[in-house]
């Protein structure tokens, strides 16, 4: 029960942090990110596996790259059920720790495969991936719970 409540939570708080990343985009006016695509494209390259070319590919990157969010949030939320289990986690731990491992496990493939270095984002692009990692871990953490209690 609790590797199937992780996920439904991931699933929750990736369906928030979605939500808070497009109303980011909405308020300020930004642009999505084009790296989850670079990673995808970089990560089928690597695999062998061909994408294409031209638009199609552009398109295939981009699909990939939405998949390979919704894989990462799923997978922290199952991973938080597997090691919580029938635990009490207080909410405001869970949820620091979701976004923790949520952010950690987003952002770590893209430095790996040198398409960005955290140390020279400015401001804005802390936020930009900080606050849609806090709403993934609130909402995982407090869906969790639920999904739990006796």
Do not use: C, F, K
């Not at 939500?19 to 990560?43: I, K």
């Not at 070319?53 to 998949?67: I, M, P």
């Not at 207080?90 to 949820?95: C, F, K, S, V």
Request: aromatic residues 4%; without cysteine; hydrophobic residues 50%.
């Amino acid at each position: 029960m609790s590797l199937t409540a992780g996920i439904l939570a991931g699933a929750a708080g990736t369906t928030a942090l979605d939500v808070a990343g497009y109303l980011d985009m909405v308020v300020r006016g930004r642009s999505a990110s084009g790296l989850p695509a670079q990673a995808a494209g970089r990560l089928a390259e690597r695999a062998g596996a061909d994408l294409g070319s031209g638009e199609a590919a552009d398109s295939r990157r981009e699909g990939l790259g939405a998949l390979l969010g919704y894989a990462t949030g799923l997978g922290a939320g199952g991973l938080y059920g597997l090691l919580a289990g029938d635990r009490r986690v207080p909410l405001p731990l869970a949820a620091l720790g979701l976004s923790a491992a949520a952010m950690t496990a987003s952002v770590a493939p893209l430095i790996a495969l040198r398409l960005t270095d955290p140390r020279d984002w400015n401001a804005s692009s802390w936020v930009s991936d900080i606050v849609p990692h806090l709403a993934y871990g609130l909402t995982a953490a407090a869906a969790y719970d639920r999904l739990t209690r006796p």
